[in-house]
């Protein structure tokens, strides 16, 4: 590779985009290819707040909740995103600006606006992978899994707008996948995809 790609991976709560970036990550590294594996919301203080939120089941103001995700994308960005992309390393990214667009363009935003503005400002992805599964489907897959749940974004008719909006999207450098088929089978087409536009896998 020639300079940094960065493959963003996106889709509503249960649609299996974590599982296949580890199963994309794996696949690579097992043919000699460095990534850095990083995740919207992060870790550092805005982060953390957002999972707290997130898991208390009481929501903020909708201006609030957006510039919490905004900050945390800035940091992200200045910390990891581009000092990464500039050292021509590969970047799989956990939710990027795709998943703000949809989740808080339901929150009364004009998601083409939040759009645009993303684009301005952050870094766009070589390749975002949006992966469709309908809210129904996705919330049995989160309550499978276990782990803290996240009331204030699991809930079905929200799910649902923000699938919605994720299905409005349409950007040269997104692409979907069928996520309701098995996990190998939507791994073959991941890298299927990843071939075909970025020249990798």
Known sequence: MNGGRLLVFEGIDGSGK????????????????????????TDGVWGRRIRAMARSGERVAPDEELR?????????VASVLRPALGAGRLVLCDRYFLSTVAYQGV??????????????EFPLPDLALLFEVDAAAGLARVAARGG?????????????RVAAV??????????????????EAVHRAV???????????
Do not use: C, K, M
Request: no cysteine; aromatic share 8%; hydrophobic share 45%.
């Open 107 to 120: 929150r009364g935003f004009d998601p083409q606006r939040l759009l645009e503005e993303a684009e301005t």
């Open 148 to 160: 803290a749940a996240e009331p204030v974004f699991e809930e079905n008719a929200y799910l649902a």
């Open 191 to 201: 890298l299927a995809i990843v071939r075909q536009r970025i020249g990798i896998a």
């Open 166 to 183: 994720f299905a409005s999207l349409d950007r040269p450098y997104l692409a979907r996948v069928a996520a309701n088929a098995p996990i």
């Open 68 to 76: 919490w995700f905004v900050e945390d994308r800035r940091e992200h």
């Open 18 to 41: 974590s599982t296949q970036l580890r199963l994309l990550d794996e696949h690579l590294r097992a043919r000699g290819v460095e990534t850095v594996v990083t995740h919207e919301p």
